[in-house]
């Protein structure tokens, strides 16, 4: 009798950015793999989009739908977190608009190796997300300082084709100073 060997594929989207991955069942363990791809550049989603997201995720979750006064300490929790970005007059806090903010998953990778010895397991992972602030400063300090967009990459992997692929190079890569030995 032969091992089982499977493999299963899913397109899907994540924060307005598709994706595509694999699951795979073979004799020593299964793999997991989320694959960078390409994106369209109107890819995102807004703050109050992904606020209204979460709620009804939780909404799902839960046995009974949030009332009002959970979805409005919920919201009001999130613009806490964000307060740094807020301004402080009540004027400017009426120009600030949470629905300007747009978060992007730019690219995503995800490799999971678990076999049945667990000592050749094995995570590797690559993240790129951007959040496009263009018009989130008040107008009266832009011509001061605006702020287009902010990345965040974070990566474990040295799988060269991921790296190239995903754009992901350290300072020091950039500006030719080796790395140091152990």
């Given at each position: ?30 793999s997991v793999l989320l694959m960078p791809s390409e994106q369209n550049a109107d890819t995102g989603v807004s703050i109050g989009q992904l606020i209204e997201d979460i ?128």
């Amino acid at each position: 009798m032969s091992d089982l060997n499977a493999l299963v594929g899913i397109d899907f989207s994540l924060i307005g950015t598709k994706l595509h991955a694999a699951y795979e069942k073979d004799k020593d363990g299964y793999s997991v793999l989320l694959m960078p791809s390409e994106q369209n550049a109107d890819t995102g989603v807004s703050i109050g989009q992904l606020i209204e997201d979460i709620k009804g995720l939780v909404n799902g979750v839960r046995t009974k739908e949030l009332t009002e006064d959970e979805q409005k300490a919920m919201e009001a929790d999130f613009e806490d977190g964000l307060s740094g970005l807020t301004p402080e007059t009540e004027e400017q806090k009426q120009e600030f608009d949470l629905n300007k903010l747009i978060v992007k998953l730019n690219m995503a990778f995800l490799y999971i190796r678990k076999t049945k010895d667990d000592a050749s397991s094995t995570l590797e992972y690559a993240f790129q997300l951007q959040v496009i602030a263009k018009d989130v400063i008040p107008e009266a300090v832009r011509s001061l300082v605006t702020v287009d967009n902010l990345s965040v990459s974070v990566w474990n992997t040295t799988r060269q084709k991921v790296l190239d692929q995903m754009s992901l190079i350290s300072i020091n890569d950039y500006i030719g100073i080796p790395a140091a030995q152990p």
